[in-house]
């Protein structure tokens, strides 16, 4: 069974920083890419980066770039999203999903960041 | 990267069928049959319904299909039921090399 799980949300001041982790089970995690997405409280979802299965080619929204950094460690079959300048724009919930012929067949439950001083 | 454009809610009885709408323009939908549907319940992580415009992933039940016709791509639900009620949302590959959704829409049924 394909698990994703995510972890590191939580509460942090506007400018602070955090990473988040997604750990992968039941699917060999090197062949894949992976993606974050983020869904503010109440509103819709929002397409935040995508890596390839090497780790070698990474994209973000304008709206991340600079200020994110999406990762992978394919010994520990984990997810990275290194969050640095945060703001209040950036509170949502941050979902890892796999990419399959491109689109995400598999998503973790999520891990909500709250960016609140 | 603007956010495609769904209509914000559509409804119908059980039974019927009811079409969602998901418009983009030449860089993402209209140039792309990389497009997908997710089906998002009050509270649940998403899941994919449509991959590839048409195609559906094993398990996902044949009343629910997709097209696609220039710009816009289109999700319909046929024999309407109310384990269908949730939030539907579209996403399509885009010429930047990143990925888009839309703006997403309300399934009701009455």
């Known amino acids: 069974e394909v698990q994703l799980v995510e972890s590191g949300g939580g509460l942090v001041q506007p400018g602070g920083s955090l990473r988040l982790s997604c750990a992968v089970s039941?699917?060999?995690?090197?062949?894949?890419?992976m993606h974050w997405v983020r869904q503010a409280p109440g509103k819709g979802l929002v397409w935040v980066s995508r890596?390839?299965?090497?780790?070698?080619?990474?994209t973000y929204a304008d709206s991340v770039k600079g200020r994110f950094t999406i990762s992978r460690d394919n010994a520990r079959d984990t997810l990275y999203l290194q969050m640095n300048s945060l703001r209040a724009e950036d509170t949502a919930v941050y979902y890892c999903a796999r990419q399959q012929d491109y689109s995400n067949d598999y998503w973790g439950l999520g891990t909500l960041v709250t960016v609140s001083s | 990267q603007s956010a495609l454009t769904q209509p914000p809610s559509v409804s119908g009885s059980p039974g019927q069928s009811v079409t969602v709408s998901c418009t983009g323009t030449s860089s993402d939908v209209g140039s792309y049959n990389r497009v997908s549907w997710y089906q998002q319940p009050p509270g649940t992580a998403p899941k994919l319904m449509i991959y590839?415009?048409?195609n559906r992933p094993s398990g996902v039940t044949d009343r629910f299909s997709g097209s696609k016709s220039g710009n816009t791509a289109s999700l319909t639900i046929s024999g309407l039921q109310a384990e269908d009620e949730a939030d539907y949302y579209c996403s399509s590959y885009t010429s930047s090399s990143t990925f888009v959704f839309g703006t997403g829409t309300k399934v009701t049924v009455l």
């Open positions: 039941g699917v060999t995690f090197n062949s894949y890419w």
């Open positions: 890596i390839s299965s090497d780790g070698s080619t990474t």
């Open positions: 590839e415009v048409s």
